[in-house]
């Protein structure tokens, strides 16, 4: 068979992203224009300005990944790109684009969904990688365990009740004066801190119901108030200590519900994606907790775990294949659902 060459396009939050991937295995370019310098002084993303900073940047972006990959646009099979879920003006910049793109060379408009992306980033790390798996979706916007039952398969198994694990990161991080985005800050100074230092909560919730799902709003405040009473009483505290204790508890929750549901659907693998899949104890504690029942993890390097376009062309490759094809009159969804997400 022919190769089949996909661009995809990002730019759901503060990343606008173009990629080509070819046969949904190999990236041949991996454009990424960061906002992060651009949000940073507001301690989060804006959404106005984000949308606006996409429109000034995209055309440039997908000219990049296009030069990268050495290909013209008459080589590409078909054009994929995120309509949801995220900032409802970022999206729209990404869907107008790729819209007018695949109307311009004639090629078809693949649609794919933000959080399916960052789980078949897993494929293009691993290229032997296939379903089925169980997946821990863990970023700013979303924390989710998903059963990868085939490539466009997928089906729920725990979602946070409240706050997603990357946003608790970057609360805290706020607090501690470390900036934004703070997960990638808290990972690094945990590790000159004492784990064990404050025993803050491990939130599980309906245990008895064999629950999945997760809430970190209730570790978030824990640490919140626990500082507000060092503050008022004038007591000192290490900042390293505080990092590794409140990492330590999110990422035994994160550990815990994934293991869990690696064994209640008889899953030997586990993968992990989204931004916070780049958390070094995330990555080493489910690593050796699930070696121990025989369970392998897999994880994409950082710059496929935060939003990127490759994720998003692999996932366009095997819409692709099942002929999943959108008209003109796609729309971009804020709130897109997963596909059995009730
Ligand atoms: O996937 P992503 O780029 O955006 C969303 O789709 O939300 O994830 C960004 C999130 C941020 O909350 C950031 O603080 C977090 O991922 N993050 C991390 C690390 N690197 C990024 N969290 C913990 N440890 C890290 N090393
Ligand atoms: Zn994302």
């Given at each position: 068979?022919?190769?089949?060459?996909?661009?995809?396009?990002?730019?759901?939050?503060?990343?606008?992203?173009?990629?080509?991937?070819?046969?949904?295995?190999?990236?041949?370019?991996?454009?990424?224009?960061?906002?992060?310098?651009?949000?940073?002084?507001?301690?989060?993303?804006?959404?106005?300005?984000?949308?606006?900073?996409?429109?000034?940047?995209?055309?440039?972006?997908?000219?990049a990944?296009?030069?990268?990959a050495?290909?013209?646009?008459?080589?590409?099979?078909?054009?994929?790109?995120?309509?949801?879920?995220?900032?409802?003006?970022?999206?729209?910049?990404?869907?107008?684009?790729?819209?007018?793109?695949?109307?311009?060379?004639?090629?078809?408009?693949?649609?794919?969904?933000?959080?399916?992306?960052?789980?078949?980033?897993?494929?293009?790390?691993?290229?032997?990688?296939?379903?089925?798996?169980?997946?821990?979706?863990?970023?700013?916007?979303?924390?989710?365990?998903?059963?990868?039952?085939?490539?466009?398969?997928?089906h729920?198994?725990?979602?946070?009740?409240?706050?997603?694990?990357?946003?608790?990161?970057?609360?805290?991080?706020?607090v501690?004066?470390?900036?934004?985005?703070?997960?990638?800050?808290?990972?690094?100074?945990?590790?000159?801190?004492?784990?064990?230092?404050?025993?803050?909560?491990?939130?599980?919730?309906?245990?008895?119901?064999?629950?999945?799902?997760?809430?970190?709003?209730?570790?978030?405040?824990?640490?919140?108030?626990?500082?507000?009473?060092?503050?008022?009483?004038?007591?000192?505290?290490?900042?390293?200590?505080?990092?590794?204790?409140?990492?330590?508890?999110?990422?035994?929750?994160?550990?815990?519900?994934?293991?869990?549901?690696?064994?209640?659907?008889?899953?030997?693998?586990?993968?992990?994606?989204?931004?916070?899949?780049s958390?070094?104890?995330?990555?080493?504690?489910?690593?050796?907790?699930?070696?121990?029942?025989?369970?392998?993890?897999?994880?994409?390097?950082?710059?496929?775990?935060?939003?990127?376009?490759?994720?998003?062309?692999?996932?366009?490759?095997?819409?692709?294949?099942?002929?999943?094809?959108?008209?003109?009159?796609?729309?971009a969804?804020?709130?897109?659902?997963?596909?059995?997400?009730?």
């Amino acid at each position: 068979m022919n190769d089949v060459l996909i661009l995809g396009i990002e730019s759901s939050c503060d990343e606008t992203a173009a990629a080509v991937v070819r046969n949904g295995r190999e990236m041949l370019s991996n454009a990424i224009h960061t906002q992060i310098n651009i949000h940073r002084e507001y301690g989060g993303v804006v959404p106005e300005i984000a949308s606006r900073s996409h429109v000034e940047k995209i055309d440039s972006v997908i000219d990049a990944a296009m030069n990268e990959a050495g290909i013209t646009f008459d080589m590409l099979n078909a054009v994929a790109v995120t309509y949801g879920p995220g900032l409802i003006g970022a999206l729209l910049v990404g869907v107008s684009s790729a819209k007018a793109l695949a109307y311009a060379i004639k090629k078809p408009l693949v649609p794919v969904h933000h959080i399916k992306g960052h789980i078949m980033a897993n494929f293009i790390a691993h290229p032997n990688l296939k379903p089925p798996f169980v997946c821990l979706v863990a970023s700013g916007g979303h924390s989710h365990i998903v059963e990868v039952r085939d490539y466009t398969d997928f089906h729920i198994l725990g979602r946070t009740r409240d706050d997603a694990a990357g946003e608790a990161f970057d609360k805290i991080a706020r607090v501690l004066g470390l900036g934004y985005p703070g997960g990638a800050k808290i990972d690094v100074l945990a590790k000159l801190g004492n784990a064990e230092a404050v025993d803050f909560p491990r939130v599980r919730i309906d245990r008895d119901k064999n629950c999945l799902d997760f809430s970190f709003s209730g570790v978030k405040t824990a640490v919140i108030n626990y500082l507000h009473k060092l503050d008022q009483n004038g007591q000192a505290y290490d900042k390293a200590d505080i990092a590794a204790s409140f990492q330590a508890a999110v990422t035994d929750v994160l550990c815990e519900h994934t293991l869990e549901a690696a064994r209640k659907t008889d899953n030997k693998i586990i993968a992990l994606a989204g931004g916070v899949a780049s958390n070094s104890e995330l990555r080493a504690k489910m690593t050796r907790l699930a070696v121990k029942e025989g369970i392998e993890v897999v994880y994409p390097p950082p710059v496929l775990c935060t939003d990127n376009a490759a994720m998003i062309a692999c996932a366009g490759y095997y819409g692709y294949m099942k002929n999943d094809f959108a008209d003109l009159t796609l729309n971009a969804v804020a709130s897109l659902p997963l596909e059995d997400e009730s």
